[in-house]
């Protein structure tokens, strides 16, 4: 799938996370996403992008848009260093949080993406790439 | 020795130095007077003069306390004025001239002397330089907290709709900082207030993510203990869909998509009703002034 546009974004602070959610949403809104669907991807982005701050010790997200002359859609790909998710399984679902959240920022991303990836090896660091379609 | 440079006909770097500035891109006489640079210049040349004459090349020790002084408070004073950081340190680097030429002066016949002075002073003004440029930084850095920490404050309103009944429009990012202070506010006030109902307003909050909806439902819950029953509302279409998509469980929280809907709410609750009065029983207006105590015209 040929890449339009792609940029990538550090995620150290909390400032960070918001200027990832306003650059997706801009995305999002030029790509021609309904508002359902910007608030979707900028939701699921959030959730991401905290993951990235609160666990993996910071990290870097790339956004690309991404289309061929059917369809175009957005692809987010969050990677970080951090430790790593030990139990994915337990992680994707609803509820269970090490940090003491609503544990529900895997599994909501997950929802609001029509495909979602996740790779992680502890000690090495996590990678999760989500893509919504137009 | 660099303790030479200083002793006979001072007067003369000052006033070359001050030139310099006066004349330099650096000089702003809209945010500093000629008379304040004069100050500044003289202060820093008699804390300077006595730095060098400990014989001590490191800025950043003991003997060089007065300079630093100096430099922070002028520093800081320009970044609050709004120079830029090279319009700062051109305070220092604009004493080089003077300086240098004044070693020419001494060492006209010695040019390894002559070099290794000019050297020894170059390097230390530009470490004073590179220090105010930080010192600058620092101030900046300190300003724009400050400033968004008044953002944070001036945007947390709460304002009381009726007897018993507050109302919280939230407008921004809820990132944990301010969500910490909306929350503070909000409780303080019920508390204060005795407040029955609290709507916290929503639409004005771009994004709605587990973080934001685990603060709102918090908040609610310590309401709560604290005899307030809350109501959300402002949750636009788009927001309600991606909420029920992440999983989140607003429970017993009432939600509404408007404030006017949350007040209605917040009316019928405390006994109250917004009736419409049929023609018969409005009274004209100017009985109405009369009666509501106006003053005759
Ligand atoms: N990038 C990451 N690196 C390490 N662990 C992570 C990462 N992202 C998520 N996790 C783990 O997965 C758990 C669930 O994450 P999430 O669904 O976002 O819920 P929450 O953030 O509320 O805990 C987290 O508590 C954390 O232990
Ligand atoms: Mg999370």
Redesign the interface.
């Given at each position: 799938m040929p890449v339009l546009i792609s940029a990538t974004h550090g995620i150290h602070t909390?400032e960070d996370?918001?200027a990832v959610?306003q650059a997706v949403?801009q995305r999002a809104v030029e790509l021609g996403f309904n508002?359902?669907d910007?608030?979707?991807l900028?939701?699921a982005a959030?959730?991401l992008a905290?993951n990235t701050l609160q666990y993996g010790g910071g990290g870097a997200v790339l956004i690309e848009g991404i289309g061929d002359g059917l369809r175009r859609g957005l692809r987010l790909t969050f990677e970080d260093k951090g430790p790593g998710i030990a139990d994915i399984d337990e992680a994707l679902r609803?509820g269970f949080s090490t940090a003491g959240?609503?544990g529900?920022?895997l599994?909501?991303a997950r929802?609001?993406s029509n495909e979602f990836q996740i790779e992680s090896r502890p000690g090495e660091g996590t990678r999760v790439t989500i893509t919504r379609w137009r | 020795m660099l303790t030479e440079l200083f002793g006979q006909d001072d007067a003369a770097i000052l006033q070359r130095w001050m030139d310099n500035q006066l004349a330099g891109s650096g000089f702003r006489p809209d945010r500093i007077s000629r008379a304040e640079l004069q100050e500044n210049a003289t202060q820093f040349l008699s804390a300077f003069r006595r730095a060098l004459s400990s014989g001590s090349t490191d800025i950043h020790g003991a003997d060089w306390a007065a300079v630093r002084h100096v430099l922070d408070v002028l520093s800081a004073s320009r970044a609050e004025r709004g120079f830029s950081p090279s319009e700062t340190a051109t305070f220092i680097f604009s004493l080089k001239q003077p300086l240098f030429d004044r070693i020419r002066g001494l060492h006209e016949k010695d040019g390894v002397k002559l070099a290794d002075t000019t050297w020894e002073i170059n390097q230390i003004l530009d470490k004073l330089g590179l220090y105010t440029a930080e010192v600058f930084q620092r101030s900046r850095d300190a300003i724009i907290a400050r400033q968004q920490q008044e953002v944070l404050e001036l945007s947390t309103p709460v304002v009381a709709l009726w007897d018993g009944i507050l109302a919280l429009p939230l407008i921004g990012?809820l990132?944990?900082?301010r969500t910490q202070i909306v929350m503070e506010t909000l409780l303080q006030r019920i508390v204060d207030s005795g407040a029955a109902i609290a709507i916290i307003d929503i639409t004005g909050v771009?994004?709605?993510?587990?973080?934001t909806?685990?603060h709102l439902l918090k908040t609610v819950a310590a309401a709560r203990l604290m005899g307030a029953d809350c109501i959300i509302s402002g949750i636009r279409?788009?927001?309600a869909?991606?909420i029920v998509?992440?999983?989140?469980e607003l429970g017993s929280v009432v939600t509404k998509a408007t404030l006017a809907d949350a007040f209605r709410v917040a009316l019928q609750r405390t006994g109250l009703a917004v009736q419409k009065q049929l023609p018969h029983e409005r009274k004209p207006p100017a009985e109405r002034d009369r009666t509501s105590g106006g003053s005759e015209a």
């Open positions: 909390p996370v918001v959610r949403r508002l359902v910007q608030t979707k900028v939701t959030s959730e905290r609803g959240g609503l529900l920022g599994s909501g929802r609001l | 990012t990132d944990s900082a771009p994004t709605v993510d587990t973080l909806a685990q279409p788009q927001i869909q991606t998509h992440l999983g989140v």
